[in-house]
C-alpha cells in the first residue's frame, strides 16, 4: 500500500511566503490566525490524513461501495474514520459558528482539505458537499430550515447533497422534468429521478438532507422555471432526531472508471416531502451558491491527486534501478543507477512539482477571495474580492483538473510498465481524477 506524507513544508510556503496567509486574516479582522496558529491546524490535519484517512484508500478503490436492499455500505473503514472525523471537530471547522461550527474562514478549508483529499478522495467526498449545501442553506433557506438543519450539518452528523442532473437533460437544466405539488401543509411533493448524485446514499450520518431542483406547477419553461427544494432522507421529529422515511431512495450505483468508494446514485423521490428553499422559480439562483463553491474545491481535488501521484513517482524513482545515467550516483558494485539520475525521469518529477506548486498557490488565493468577500470591512475590497472569485473559480477548477490528469498520466509513466498494474496502486491516481474534469460542469 503506498504511503501518503502530508506536505506540510510545501503547503507552508505557499501560505506564508507566497500568500502571507496572516497578513491577510489580519485585513479581515482575524488577527488569531497567525502563523502559528495556522501551522498548528495543518500539523493536526496532517496527523488525522495520514494516520485515520490514508488507511481506507486501499479498500475503497478495491471493494467499493455495494446497494444492499435500498441502503448503501460504504468500504471498510470509510465510517469508523468519518465518526472520529466528526467527533474530533474537523466536519465543523468553518461551519458558522450560531450553528456549531468553528468559524474559520471558508478559504481555510482549502489547505485541511487538501490533506484529506489526498489520503482518500472518495472518503473526502461524502463530507464534501455537506459545506457547499450548509453555504447555500445559510444564504437562502428560511429560519425555520436552518434552525431544523442546519446544526447537525454543520456538525457533519448529517450530510448533505446536490441533485441537479437528470438522464435527458445532463447540464442543461432548462430541460428538467422533477415535479414539486404543494401539498397545502406548507411543504410540497417532490417525485422525479436525479442521475450522478455524489453520496446520494450512505451509512456514515444519521441523515441525508437533499438539495433538489424541481419545476412547480406552471412554472415557466426553461431555467427560469426551477425551484430549489430541501428533502431529507429521513423526516426529522419533534425532538429533531430522525424518523420516518421520506420517499427518497438509492434504485442503483453507477459503476465508475474511479472514486470506486464514493457512492454516485441515481436517486428517485417518489412523493417525497420537501421545503422550499429561497423564492420561487429562483432554484437556480440559489443553486449557484452551492455549485460555485462546489466548483472551486473540485479544482482542489485535482491538486490532492497530483500531489499524491508526484509523491509516489519521487519514491519510485529513487528507489529504481535501470540502466546507467550521464552522471549516474551508484556505486562501481551497483548494476545500474536509480532512475532519478536519468535526465527524462527528472523531466518529468520537476514537471510535476511545477504544475502542483503553481496550482497549489491559484486554488488557495481563489479560497482567500471568498474570505475577502464575505469578512472585509470595506465594501470595496468585498466586491473586489467577489469579481475575482467569479473569475477565478472556472479558472481553478478547469486548470487545476487538466493539470492533474497531465501530472497523474506523468506518474504512471515514471513507473513504466509497473505503473500500469494495480498492483503498484499509482493508477488509482488518474482513474480518480479525471471524473473532475466532467462534474460541476464540463
Known amino acids: ?16 511566503e507566497v500568500l502571507h496567509a496572516g497578513s491577510h486574516y489580519a485585513e479581515l479582522g482575524r488577527e488569531e490566525l497567525n502563523a502559528e496558529f495556522i501551522d498548528s491546524v495543518l500539523e493536526g490535519a496532517a496527523r488525522f490524513a495520514e494516520e485515520v484517512v490514508a488507511p481506507t484508500n486501499e479498500s475503497g478503490d478495491r471493494i467499493g461501495v455495494r446497494l444492499e436492499g435500498d441502503g448503501v455500505v460504504t468500504p ?21 459558528e450560531e450553528f456549531g461550527g468553528q468559524g474559520l474562514p471558508e478559504g481555510f478549508g482549502g489547505p485541511i482539505g487538501e490533506l484529506f483529499v489526498s489520503a482518500n478522495q472518495s472518503w473526502k467526498m461524502y463530507s464534501g458537499l455537506t459545506d457547499s449545501a450548509v453555504l447555500c442553506m445559510e444564504r437562502h433557506a428560511s429560519e425555520e430550515l436552518k434552525q ?33 405539488e404543494p401539498d397545502g401543509e406548507g411543504s410540497y411533493r417532490i417525485t422525479g429521478e436525479k442521475i450522478f448524485i455524489t453520496s446520494g446514499d450512505h451509512d456514515l450520518a444519521g441523515n441525508i438532507i437533499h438539495l433538489v431542483l424541481a419545476r412547480l ?22 425532538d429533531g432526531e430522525p424518523g420516518g422515511p ?55 481535488q485535482g491538486l490532492a491527486q497530483a500531489e499524491r501521484s508526484r509523491q509516489a513517482s519521487v519514491d519510485y524513482a529513487r528507489q529504481r534501478r535501470q540502466g546507467r545515467a550521464a552522471r549516474g550516483s551508484a556505486p562501481p558494485d551497483k548494476a545500474a543507477d536509480v532512475i532519478v539520475d536519468h535526465a527524462d525521469v527528472r523531466r518529468m518529477l520537476l514537471t510535476q512539482k511545477a504544475f502542483i506548486e503553481a496550482s497549489r498557490v491559484l486554488t488557495y488565493f481563489a479560497g482567500m477571495q471568498m474570505d475577502k468577500a464575505k469578512y472585509h470591512p470595506d465594501p470595496a475590497e468585498r466586491q473586489r474580492g467577489a469579481d475575482l472569485l467569479a473569475i477565478l473559480t472556472p479558472i481553478v477548477k478547469a486548470f487545476v483538473t487538466d493539470m492533474a490528469v497531465e501530472v497523474t498520466n506523468v506518474g504512471i509513466q515514471v513507473h513504466g510498465g509497473y505503473g500500469y498494474v494495480r498492483e503498484t496502486g499509482v493508477e488509482q491516481f488518474l482513474r480518480d481524477e479525471k471524473i473532475a474534469c466532467i462534474y460541476e460542469g464540463t
Not at 500500500?1 to 506564508?16: G, N
Open 217 to 238: 406547477p406552471d412554472a415557466p419553461a426553461g431555467t427560469r422555471g426551477i425551484s430549489l427544494f430541501l428533502v431529507p432522507k429521513r423526516l426529522p421529529g419533534a
Open 76 to 96: 471498510p473503514g470509510f465510517r469508523e474514520a468519518y465518526e472520529q472525523f466528526v467527533a474530533d471537530g474537523w466536519a465543523a471547522l468553518c461551519g458558522p
Open 246 to 300: 421520506n420517499g427518497v431512495r438509492c434504485s442503483r450505483l453507477e459503476e465508475k472508471l474511479g472514486i470506486h468508494g464514493s457512492a454516485t446514485c441515481v436517486m428517485n423521490f417518489d412523493n417525497a416531502r420537501g421545503w422550499l428553499v429561497g423564492e420561487p422559480n429562483a432554484g437556480l439562483k440559489s443553486m449557484f451558491v452551492m455549485m460555485n463553491h462546489a466548483r472551486l474545491w473540485v479544482g482542489l
Open 1 to 16: 500500500m503506498l504511503s501518503y506524507r502530508a506536505p506540510l513544508k510545501e503547503i507552508r510556503f505557499a501560505l506564508h
Open 148 to 180: 431544523t438543519y442546519l446544526a447537525k450539518m454543520v456538525t457533519g452528523e448529517w450530510t448533505g447533497t446536490m441533485c441537479l442532473t437528470e438522464a435527458q437533460a445532463g447540464t442543461d437544466l432548462g430541460l428538467l422534468r422533477t415535479r414539486a
